[in-house]
Structure formats: C-alpha cells, structure tokens
C-alpha cells in the first residue's frame, strides 16, 4: 500500500514539476520581452494593416504566436472585431486561439513524451496519464482565456496522453467565449476613438474567465 501510494505522489510530484518548467519558461519569455519593450508586442494593433485579408492573417498569426510570445491577445482580438465585425472579428481570434493551443501540443510532443520516459517510470506514467486523461480536456478548455497557463495546458497535453483531435476540440470550447466577447466588445466600439485599450479589454477578460470559472466547476460536477 505504501509503496503504491509513494508511486502515485511521485507521478503527481514529476508532472507538477513538468507545469512548473514550462511555466517557468513561459514566464521567463515573458520578463524578458518586457524587459526589451519590444514594440510590437507592446500594441500590435498598431502594426495591423487595414482591414483586408493580410489584416486577417496578422489576426491569427498574433494570437497563434502568443504560444511563445507575450503577445497582448485580448487587444488584439477586441481590434478584430473593429476591423471584421462581431462574426468574422470572433472567427479570427478562434481560429488564432485553437492554433495557439495546436501549436502548444506540437511544443509538448517534440521532446516531451522521451523526456517523461527518462524521469518516470511506467507505472508512474500510467498514472499520471490517467490523471491527464480525467481531467486533461478540462483543463484546457477552462484555461483558455488565462494567459501562460492556457500555453501551458497546450504543451503539457502533447507531452501526454491526450491526443490532438481531443485537445483542439477543448480548446476550441474553451476558446469560444472570449472570441465572440471580444470581437462583440470591438464591434460594439467600431468608431469610437480610444476604444481598444487596456481597461476595455480587463472587462472582457474578467467575463470570459467567469465563463471558463463556470465551465471547470460545470465539469468537475459531471466528472
């Protein structure tokens, strides 16, 4: 009994460890690029040219690059529904959040499964999987709208068990919400000087992630 319950706490203890390395990394990215002032990633609204299809293309590559990069996303999706409209704004920041997510699972499968298989045995991995395979999907979904823990989700995914259609499919749950508040806000503000800024986009965020808070404690009850 002990030693089974040694093998569970050291599997548990291992993955922890692996969230906070890439949290950690996440992190340090993060310090680094406030640290230079790049502007780009100060306000990339700035840099968005019009509103045509390379406009819609910046979308998505600012919101799928936010995987590595403290790209400010919730302005950049407010900007979008500006510039496209509540329903195509909420298309483009879906499609640049399920590929943040996307490309989060690529960062975690590159490396990730051989490095688990040097620090945890079988048996711990099998627990650990299991543990991921539970709650995993959740998790994903519901940190969606959080920034670096969402990145982490992703990466922590492809490293495990879960596979890519499942994880697409959480994030893109978890990903709708604050893709069609934003856009709705920035339509909503179309027009109006000053209207895409930081506090506008606070107010959005404190709504979708009531609506990610609700959705984790929706599926812990069904668990």
């Not at 209207?195 to 929706?218: H, Q």
């Amino acid at each position: 009994m002990t030693e089974r319950a040694g093998g569970e706490g050291g599997s548990l203890t291992r993955y922890l460890l692996l969230v906070a390395a890439v949290l950690g990394a996440f992190l340090a990215v993060f310090v680094l690029a406030e640290a230079f002032s790049l502007p780009l990633l100060d306000d990339p609204t700035r840099w968005l040219p019009g509103s045509g299809p390379l406009a819609a293309a910046a979308v998505v590559g600012l919101l799928v690059v936010d995987v590595v990069l403290p790209v400010p996303a919730s302005l950049v999706m407010i900007t979008s529904g500006v510039l496209f409209g509540a329903v195509v704004g909420a298309g483009l920041s879906l499609l640049g959040g399920v590929g943040s997510a996307v490309a989060g699972y690529g960062l975690g499968r590159f490396g990730g499964p051989a490095l688990l298989r040097r620090v945890c045995s079988d048996a711990e991995r099998a627990r650990a999987d299991h543990l991921v395979r539970h709650w995993g999907l959740l998790a994903i979904a519901a940190t969606r709208p959080v920034p670096l823990l969402a990145e982490t989700a992703a990466v922590v995914a492809g490293a495990s068990c879960l596979g890519l259609l499942r994880t697409t499919a959480a994030a893109a749950a978890g990903a709708v919400p604050g893709a069609v508040l934003y856009a709705v806000a920035g339509s909503l503000s179309a027009g109006t000087p000053g209207a895409v800024t930081a506090p506008s986009g606070l107010l959005v965020f404190a709504a979708a992630l009531t609506i990610a808070t609700g959705l984790w404690l929706l599926g812990r009850r069904t668990q």
